[in-house]
Nanobody, 119 residues
Framework: QVQLRESGGGLVQPGGSLTLSCAASGWAFSSYHMKWYRQAPGKERELVASITNYGNTIDYSDSVKGRFTISRDDDKMTVNLQMINLKDEDTAVYYC????????????WGQGTQVTVSS
């Protein structure tokens, strides 16, 4: 089982930057595809970035492509989301997700961290 804890959220002005971190505890972290989702008020949860185990494949939603960068460090059991040129519409609660289904493992979520982009 994997436990996830996000950090790094906060208030930032439009055009600013933030880096979110997700620290995992448990076992077999390197067997999980890691993802960042976000959910804005009144909207469905949205997948914004994903990185497969060992970092072979990285994908982004069109809304964040070119502005967000996902990375993972399997030794430290962390996954980061670097966000630049933030926009008002990036305001949301951001969730870290560990997806181990393809390896016969479970799916785990962090508690979320709030990102607010506002002047």
């Amino acid at each position: 089982q994997v436990q996830l804890r996000e950090s790094g959220g906060g208030l930032v002005q439009p055009g600013g930057s933030l880096t979110l971190s997700c620290a995992a505890s448990g076992w077999a972290f390197s067997s999980y595809h890691m993802k960042w989702y976000r959910q804005a008020p009144g909207k469905e949860r949205e997948l914004v970035a994903s990185i497969t185990n060992y970092g072979n494949t990285i994908d982004y939603s069109d809304s964040v492509k070119g502005r967000f960068t996902i990375s993972r460090d399997d030794d430290k059991m962390t996954v980061n989301l670097q966000m630049i040129n933030l926009k008002d519409e990036d305001t949301a609660v951001y969730y870290c997700n560990a997806d181990g289904l393809k390896n016969g493992l479970g799916i785990f979520w962090g508690q979320g961290t709030q990102v607010t982009v506002s002047s």
